[in-house]
């Protein structure tokens, strides 16, 4: 389900960080703001109306003002009656540029509202963009803990009781940090990040059971924990099954398909004895040296294996044709 927004709502959640006023009567606070995007009118504003984003926010900048200016007054009234007969969810004004007749008037009869804001164009699409992508990106939340071992987002799953909280609790007593446990917020950024973050209640508290809640930066301090961080690694928490097939290489790379982004899935199987702690450190530089230096211990292996099996082939081919 896509959030609601609505322009009076953008306008009280962003007004201090975007500096803005309000130009004329307080109409179309209402109207639903449906696209992430904003962007400029462009050559709406000389009349050519074919492909208009109109559904998107309308930033108007010093160059969109000043073209407004240069035109006749009767030009520029009809140009602006064909902008505003379409639908828009609300406009802007950037660098406090007084709006040139009859822009603010037109505003107001068609119900649009119209703001100003004291900022530069760059820097208000700078600040109102990432607040839209995050509002309007693709959104789930999954059962299990988030942490950062050496700069990786590992994302702890398992059934319930198999012990994730007490894994991520190890992993930031050596010196790592908590992101969320239990409850896992995710949003999709662009194609292919994933950002998992705790609820605002819950977050950096820790459920250990029969200890109770935990308060991990009272405990550990402010540097055990962040707010937010990108999914890279999915770690599944299973008990040991004899009869289970499990990968004893790794040339086998498993995906789990979180919010249509394929996330490398590791399946380890726990028994008594085994330190999950330092295999979930293992697993988080094994990442980094496959994802960011090029280097798979599995395929290295492997090919290592198949050149030693060549060149005895090679040697017994060698020592058959040798007929004396």
């Known amino acids: 389900m896509s959030p609601r927004l609505t322009v009076g709502q953008l306008f009280e959640r962003m007004k201090e960080p975007l500096e803005l006023e309000l ?13 992430p995007e904003a962007s400029s009118p462009g050559l709406v504003l000389a009349g050519y109306i074919n492909r208009f984003p109109y559904q998107r926010i309308q930033v108007l900048g010093e160059t969109e003002i000043s ?4 035109l006749e007054s009767d030009v520029r009234r009809q140009n602006l009656e064909q902008f505003f007969a379409f639908p828009l969810p609300c406009a802007f004004i950037t660098k406090q540029l007084d709006p040139p007749e009859p822009l603010q008037r037109l505003a107001a009869e068609s119900g649009v509202a119209l703001m100003r804001t004291s900022l530069k164009t760059a820097e208000f699409y700078r600040l ?24 990786v987002g590992v994302f702890f799953t398992g059934k319930s009781g198999i ?11 050596r010196g790592h940090r908590l992101v969320a446990d239990d409850l896992v917020f995710v949003s999709r950024r662009g194609n292919d990040v994933l950002i998992g973050k705790g609820h605002e209640l819950q977050r950096h508290f820790m459920e250990i059971r029969g200890v109770g809640l935990l308060d991990i930066p009272a405990i550990f301090g402010i540097h055990a924990v962040r707010q937010q961080k990108r999914i890279e690694v999915v770690v599944v928490l299973e008990e040991w099954d004899a009869g289970a097939h499990v990968d004893r290489t790794g040339l086998d790379v498993q995906t789990i398909n979180i919010l249509g982004v394929d996330v490398p899935r ?8 085994k330190n999950i702690t330092v295999i979930a450190e293992v697993i988080a530089m094994n990442h980094l040296l496959r994802y960011y230096r090029g280097y798979d211990s599995a395929t290295a292996f492997n090919e290592r294996l198949i050149g030693q099996m060549r060149q005895t082939a090679d040697a017994q081919r060698y020592l058959q044709e040798d007929e004396e």
């Open 67 to 70: 073209y407004l200016q240069s």
């Open 163 to 173: 012990g994730k909280s007490e894994c991520v609790l190890d992993l930031v007593e």
């Open 266 to 273: 590791i399946t380890v199987h726990l028994n008594p004895g």
């Open 128 to 151: 109102i963009k990432p607040y839209l992508a995050d509002l309007f990106a693709p959104t789930t939340t999954l059962h299990g803990s988030l942490a950062d071992v050496y700069g």
């Open 23 to 35: 130009l004329g009567p307080a109409v179309g606070l209402d109207r639903e703001i449906t696209s």
